[in-house]
């Protein structure tokens, strides 16, 4: 059979292409069946962890930090168990990042504090001596767009399934709800909630007085997001 179509290029040029288009259906098809989706013990992110990590993106910090952890023991001794394909199923776009200028923070929020952060992000060498990271002083007074967040969760939601408001199995066999407000103003009062909790850890008194006053700093929201990174 195979000298018959070494012959024949036309059908040969067939074959070749039903061979790949029925490979790259088993890959493919399996992506929009619900039940099919790789996730492994994770939840989908809240209004203001997606707020945060658009502002991890809109700074560009994926340029120098990667989220992907692979399986050998230098990194895993450094950053912890190996990455695992479900853990990305509510990431869009991923984050893996293509270089390390800084550590990877895959599971950064098991062993970084908020008053860590906090303290890094105004004066990254003053935490860690000999860092060339620079200071992002402004995200202590800009405003977080926790709107656009609420959209996106919202839009993940419906265009996606992402399980918002349901019941969710943890690995350690618990389960949880991550709630999503059915409207913008709602959205922005649960991410308030969630700053609060987010503030009260930080020491500086203007993010705390902001909060507060119903404002969300941007470094609050980055927190928030850095802190879910586990």
Known sequence: MFHWLEKRPFFFGVGIFIVISF??????VPHFVEQARPVVGTKPYTT??????????SNNCVACHSQLIRPFKNETDRYGSYSLSGEYAYDRPFLWGSKRTGPDLMRVGNYRTTDWHENHMMDPAAVVPGSIMPAYPWMFTNTADVDTGWAEAETVRVVFNVPYNKDIPLMDGSVV??????????????ALIEA???????????VKDAVAAGKIP?????????NALK
Request: hydrophobic fraction near 50%; avoid cysteine.
């Open 196 to 206: 609060q909790a987010v503030a009260a850890e930080m020491k500086n008194q203007d």
């Open 23 to 28: 490979a790259g259906l088993v890959m493919i």
């Open 218 to 226: 941007e470094i609050v929201a980055l927190i928030a997001y850095l």
């Open 177 to 190: 709800q991550v709630p999503l407000a059915s409207t913008v103003e709602g959205g922005r009062a649960e």
């Open 48 to 57: 203001l962890e997606l707020t945060g990590r658009q502002l991890y993106i």
